[in-house]
């Protein structure tokens, strides 16, 4: 029997009636609320074959453990992750077997080590389906883990994005080495910038927690270290930030091969 949990918000909600309707439970709406986003909300709900239900902020924040749902809320079955990490890396190598080189699609993945807060990685993972990354992998301790917290502050993404929670960082950073993946790490104390970094190829991006950083394992591991020119009086950037500094350069770089 699939397992359930709650998701809440417009955003997260109106993702999950977009990609995986037959997956909602319930669906719950605060019927005090009549404005606009809400009528529209609803409507798509019933477009979708979903029924909602109504409910009021009270019981809704029971059910959320806290106020921002923004009226709405819904308990979903999990969806069932298509593939491990390997099977992933596996499909995007075949993918690319028969294609000429200007139309092979090189692996972009973030590596967050140490993220903890699951706003950020909510953030994060937000930044990661914006910039076409087609996974974020973690270690299983001292990481956040996808909660219903991280579901919303990711506006849909958690479920979009694949995250992979791994036991052994370094290790599997020596697996997408055998892979051909380059792994890059940024660091404060780097020489090389964001900027002089070749991050067209198949490319791994690790980020740490703003302040402490990566673990020192993490970046021995690492192929290269750059760092993000900061111009003003603050040293560092919040860990969603950099990921979509960095992130999207990479796109760039990508979009004018």
Sequence with gaps: MSSSKI????????????????SIIELYYDSSRRDARMRSFIDR??????????????????????????????????LA???SLDELLESLEAANEDVTVEKRQNPLILVLDGITDPHNLGACLRVADG????AVIAPKDHAAGINATVA???????ET????????????????????????GTSDA??????????KGPVALVLGAEGSGMRQLTARTCDELI?????????????????????????RQRSAV
């Design 7 to 22: 998701l809440f918000g417009f955003h997260a909600l109106g993702v999950r009636l977009k990609t995986a309707p037959n």
């Design 45 to 78: 709900a019933n477009e979708s074959g979903v029924r909602p239900v109504e409910s009021d902020g009270e019981r809704l924040s029971r059910l959320c453990g806290g106020h921002g749902h923004q009226g709405v809320a819904a308990r979903v079955k999990e």
């Design 81 to 83: 992750q298509a593939h």
């Design 131 to 134: 910039a076409g990354v087609h």
């Design 152 to 158: 919303k502050v990711a506006s849909g993404a958690a």
């Design 161 to 184: 994005v694949p995250y992979f929670m791994v036991t052994n960082l370094a290790r599997t950073l020596g697996e997408l080495k055998e892979r051909n993946i380059w792994i890059v």
């Design 190 to 199: 780097a020489e090389k910038t964001l900027y002089q970094a070749d991050l």
């Design 227 to 251: 760092s993000i020119p900061m111009r003003g009086a603050v040293e560092s950037l919040n860990v969603s930030v950099a990921s979509g500094v960095c992130l999207f350069e990479a796109v």
